[in-house]
């Protein structure tokens, strides 16, 4: 830094203002033009929630689906490819573009349901988009990032969620039929319901992870059956089913990569799949404050707005700490997995981060709406119920914090 700039920072520093040093030409403007990109993509995304989900929400959340008419909207505007490379039929971008997208539909009232939903293809496709034949990217990966299909993850079985590689489901080479014969049950499959195709975790080999593969089940195969009978407490827009496996055929053609490497690429896709979940977390919880703190400038108690009382204010500022808190740090891990970092344990720090703020803030923006928060239809209550699937899935709390102790060598 020159004697100039040094100068300048301090009168700036003086001024309470903080300036940096100057950056390598080339990085700063690259930087600075990602970042207009990020701005604009999240403002279509939350324009795109504005016109085409939010006057229809509560109708899904009632009805249990996203329509099939909202994946082809989403295409059309350009959303579902997102941090897909365009080579499989994508936008291209990364993961903090999927981040800025997100933050957006989030911004705009977007439920964590309808995110999961509308954006199942984030689950269902990286597998086959990262491992999978020229011909299975042309079935399943083109087709659902331009909205025409529907995919589904199955993993998760009715004696299991946590211990991925105890998985039961079979899936037996048939020689004569040059596929498998899958035989087993996946519980709580996101979209299962409306699914085109599931890829699912099945077992080739022996016990332990090294047994498994992923195998793409379409629709309307012979001896699979869909139970949509599993209603939740949250998410209640986004179809949730349990799939039935009876002497199931699958051609050989459906398998992804490797025999035996469906845990590995399983495990690929968890720090995107967690740092996902963080978004959601400390999405919910942003738009929950935002609506708690434009209630409570409104909302009169004792002949003065609840704002004019210290404690609303400050557990205002204590709900945006956490939000702030939980946003940087996601952003700052985001950033190290997209530079090229291993940051498993930081994913699952980062969930945790985000899901304790959006438990603490949801359940705050409920107590400060007071009984309008508890009615149904109030969106702060679907927020809060939306809330307490994320220390579960994608991991369970004390799944990833394990792993993190593991990874940080906290053990004995
Ligand atoms: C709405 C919803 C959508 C979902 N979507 C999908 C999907 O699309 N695809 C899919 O495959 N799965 C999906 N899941 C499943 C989800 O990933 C699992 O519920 C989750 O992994 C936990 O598995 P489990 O429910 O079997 O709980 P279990 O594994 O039985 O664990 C129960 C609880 O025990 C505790 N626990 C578990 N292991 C340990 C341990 N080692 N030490 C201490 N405590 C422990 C945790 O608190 C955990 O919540 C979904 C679930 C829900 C509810």
Redesign the pocket.
Known sequence: MTEQERARNERAASRGQIEQGPRPRDEGADGASRSRERTALREMAAEFVRREVAPHLQEWEDGGEVPRALHAAAARQGLLGVSFPAAVGGQGGDLLDSIALQEGCFDAGASSGLMAALFTGG?ALPHLAACGTPQQVDRWVRPTLAGELIG?????EPG????VAAIRTTAHRDQDADGYVVNGT?T???SGVRADFVTTAVRTGGPGHAGISLLVVEKGTPGVTVDRTLT?MG?HC?D?AELAFVDARVPAANLVGEEGSGFAQIAEQFVVERIGLAVHAYGIAARSLDLTAAYCRTRETFGRPLVANQVVRHRLVEMRRQVEVARAYTHAVAARHVAGEAVVAEACLAKQTAVDCATYVCDQAVQLHGGTGYLHGTEVERHYRDAR?LP????????LT?LAARLMGYTA
């Not at 589904?152 to 998760?156: G, N």
Request: no cysteine; glycine share 18%.
């Open positions: 689950i589904a993850l199955a993993i998760t299991g969620g946590s211990d996946k709580f499959v996101t939740k998410w986004s949730t699937i579960i899935g994608g991991g369970a709390t004390e799944v394990d």
